[in-house]
């Protein structure tokens, strides 16, 4: 494997999109300042920000967007170094295949950090400290997906309390008790921590204007994403919600269609889910076990890969879609994914979701053949078990 080669492209397409936004912000006669933001005062009719950097810049607003985005959390007392340490910016930078590789944490981050660099040839091992996998994730889902991950030979420790981290010459230590309540030390050449992610205020000076953070740091607003100051707005993860880039983007657009007048909207009900491991998982609406909690009475339909042609044209038939749907009125409620391209699939489901659509609406679309969305439909046909090739 030509790690470089691989850092190498992942740099290239990263820089395309940066130089694809600059070019947008020239398109729409944005101006661009580089540097690090920060409130200074309050001014008649707005704010003054000062903006640190090779050209230091003051500038004044009426309105103001903080969008400053997350940081990774570190483990107590073990600060992240990127070369030995690793939170998911050092992880995508490591220089060669570790021949072991250990993830504190099998949340999103973890899951799809560990699954890369175990499809590339080292010994991942991932110390999870829940009794569950994926516990957000529809319980039917999350067994599938770890099905899948044990397979390629992913090893998930479930239930662990993480002690001393240790670095050295030789690599990482970390000490460790396993569900059952037995000492272990995890020896490895690198660790990846992913143990959750914290918004990004520090530097911001919100005590300067008097702007309100909550007790985790993240800047409180209301559902239309004001704060309690006027003019000044917060979206993405700075805020509370889901930490997710596409949750980000429609809090930003619906932001400014309220600061030009309009009415902005943002469902976060349909806001989807995606963990980009391989086999691939996504979600949007309930999980099951919520809607069991919930006592909402459900139909759910399911169909696995290996019954499509397409999958099995691609040589990936792991995993199934499953549709949960209302038992009276056959609106769906969730759907989710396991397996190929399921970033993609969800989509439908999105559509179908906003426009309060049934079961048997999507099980009588015309779906395309061969192809892999003819899964979401049979999926859907499931509900009443009236699948057509399973």
């Known amino acids: 494997m030509d790690v470089a080669k691989m850092i190498g492209r992942k740099d290239a397409v990263v820089k395309q999109n940066n130089d694809g936004i600059l070019y947008l912000f020239k398109?729409?006669?944005?101006?661009?300042?580089h540097g690090r933001g920060s409130f200074v005062k309050a001014v008649d009719g707005g704010y003054e920000i000062a903006v640190a950097g090779d050209k230091p810049e003051t500038l004044t607003a009426k309105q103001v967007i903080v969008a400053t985005g997350s940081d990774a959390r570190p483990l107590p007392g073990v600060a992240f170094d990127e070369e030995t340490i690793l939170s998911n910016d050092g992880a995508l930078r490591i220089g060669a295949v570790p021949k072991k590789l250990g993830v504190i944490g099998s949340g999103v981050?973890?899951?799809?950090?560990?699954?890369?660099?175990?499809?590339?040839?080292?010994?991942?091992?991932?110390?999870?400290?829940?009794?569950?996998?994926?516990?957000?994730?529809?319980?039917?889902?999350?067994?599938?997906?770890?099905?899948?991950?044990?397979?390629?030979?992913?090893?998930?420790?479930?239930?662990?309390?993480?002690?001393?981290?240790?670095?050295?010459?030789?690599?990482?230590?970390?000490?460790?008790?396993?569900?059952?309540?037995?000492?272990?030390?995890?020896?490895?050449?690198?660790?990846?921590?992913?143990?959750?992610?914290?918004?990004?205020?520090?530097?911001?000076?919100?005590?300067?204007?008097?702007l309100k953070l909550d007790e985790r740091g993240a800047i409180v607003v209301d559902d239309d994403c004001k704060t309690n100051l006027p003019g000044v707005w917060a979206v993405g993860d700075v805020v509370r919600g889901p930490m997710l880039a596409h949750k980000a983007e429609e809090e930003g657009v619906a932001v400014a269609e309220r600061i030009a007048g309009q009415h902005g909207h943002v469902d976060f009900n349909l806001v989807p889910w995606v963990i980009y491991t391989s086999p691939e998982i996504?979600?949007?609406?309930?999980?099951?076990?919520?809607?069991?909690?919930?006592?909402?009475?459900?139909?759910?339909g399911t169909f696995p890969f290996m019954a499509n042609g397409r999958a099995r044209a691609l040589g990936d038939t792991t995993g199934m879609v499953k549709f949960l749907a209302d038992a009276a009125t056959d609106e769906i409620l969730g759907v989710h994914i396991v397996g190929p391209m399921a970033?993609?699939?969800?989509?439908?489901?999105?559509?179908?979701?906003a426009f309060r659509a049934s079961s048997e609406d999507i099980a009588r679309i015309c779906h395309a053949h061969p192809s892999l969305s003819e899964s979401v439909k049979e999926a859907a046909l499931a509900v009443d078990k009236r699948t057509l090739n399973f």
């Open 27 to 33: 398109k729409n006669k944005v101006t661009f300042f």
């Open 109 to 210: 981050i973890g899951l799809e950090m560990g699954s890369v660099w175990r499809r590339v040839g080292a010994d991942v091992t991932v110390l999870e400290g829940l009794p569950t996998f994926l516990g957000a994730v529809d319980e039917q889902i999350a067994k599938e997906a770890k099905k899948a991950l044990d397979k390629q030979g992913l090893k998930i420790e479930l239930g662990v309390k993480v002690g001393e981290v240790k670095t050295g010459k030789k690599g990482v230590s970390v000490a460790y008790t396993n569900a059952k309540g037995e000492a272990q030390t995890l020896e490895v050449d690198k660790l990846i921590v992913s143990v959750g992610r914290v918004p990004n205020t520090n530097g911001l000076n919100p005590e300067a204007v008097g």
């Open 282 to 300: 996504a979600w949007v609406g309930k999980t099951e076990q919520q809607l069991k909690a919930e006592g909402v009475k459900y139909k759910a």
């Open 343 to 353: 970033s993609e699939l969800i989509a439908e489901a999105c559509v179908a979701m």
